[in-house]
T-cell receptor
Framework: ETGVTQSPTHLIKTRGQQVTLRCSSQSGHNTVSWYQQALGQGPQFIFQYYREEENGRGNFPPRFSGLQFPNYSSELNVNALELDDSALYLC?????????????FGPGTRLTVL | QQQVKQSPQSLIVQKGGISIINCAYENTAFDYFPWYQQFPGKGPALLIAIRPDVSEKKEGRFTISFNKSAKQFSLHIMDSQPGDSATYFCAARKPGNQFYFGTGTSLTVIP
């Protein structure tokens, strides 16, 4: 059983650019959630994908968007990057079908916006 | 608006001592309360979790105490070890599997 993987590990962008982050969910997990973790803060829920549809969204603007693919992997896209978007972006997968609420986190992508 | 409030922000404990971290919430729709441990450069890892119909859950040296009427829950780490030094997050789940995290507690266990 493979865990949650994310790519890239680190990324440096400039203000105004666009970025795509990728996540492969744990084997068999059909739900993927994305979080933004600013330095010294707890993860903030961005949105969740279930069966390729957005299934809940936190307080983030529309320039944060995502996709989920048939194999349950997911992408997070951020347009018009701002300095405050610098953070660790975490992906977590879960399988509510199993009746277990536990979610498993990947190691994250560290995004720096200059 | 922070849906889960966590304290203290940092904690220093002697080896063998008890570490206590507290969290509070307002939303009564929350139905699952996990604690996560995070080491630098890593994603959070589930430590222990509790449902609101249980007042206490113990797993090894880790215990969650849950007070539903006060909407508070806490993590107790008994016999704290230097290897427990990490950042701890409480969280709460809304139906739909959406999780809300506290701001974290940086624990340092001194040998």
């Amino acid at each position: 059983e493979t865990g949650v993987t994310q790519s890239p590990t680190h990324l440096i962008k400039t203000r105004g650019q666009q970025v795509t982050l990728r996540c492969s969910s744990q084997s068999g997990h059909n739900t993927v959630s994305w979080y933004q973790q600013a330095l010294g803060q707890g993860p903030q829920f961005i949105f969740q994908y279930y069966r390729e549809e957005e299934n809940g969204r936190g307080n983030f603007p529309p320039r944060f968007s995502g996709l989920q693919f048939p194999n349950y992997s997911s992408e997070l896209n951020v347009n018009a990057l701002e300095l405050d978007d610098s953070a660790l972006y975490l992906c977590a997968s879960s399988d509510p079908r199993q009746g277990v609420h536990e979610q498993f986190f990947g190691p994250g992508t560290r995004l720096t916006v200059l | 608006q922070q849906q889960v409030k966590q304290s203290p922000q940092s904690l220093i404990v002697q080896k063998g001592g008890i570490s206590i971290i507290n969290c509070a919430y307002e939303n009564t729709a929350f139905d699952y309360f996990p604690w996560y441990q995070q080491f630098p450069g890593k994603g959070p890892a589930l430590l222990i979790a509790i449902r609101p119909d249980v007042s206490e859950k113990k797993e090894g040296r880790f215990t969650i105490s849950f007070n539903k009427s006060a909407k508070q829950f806490s993590l107790h780490i008994m016999d704290s070890q230097p290897g427990d030094s990490a950042t701890y997050f409480c969280a709460a789940r809304k139906p739909g599997n959406q999780f809300y995290f506290g701001t974290g507690t940086s624990l340092t266990v001194i040998p």
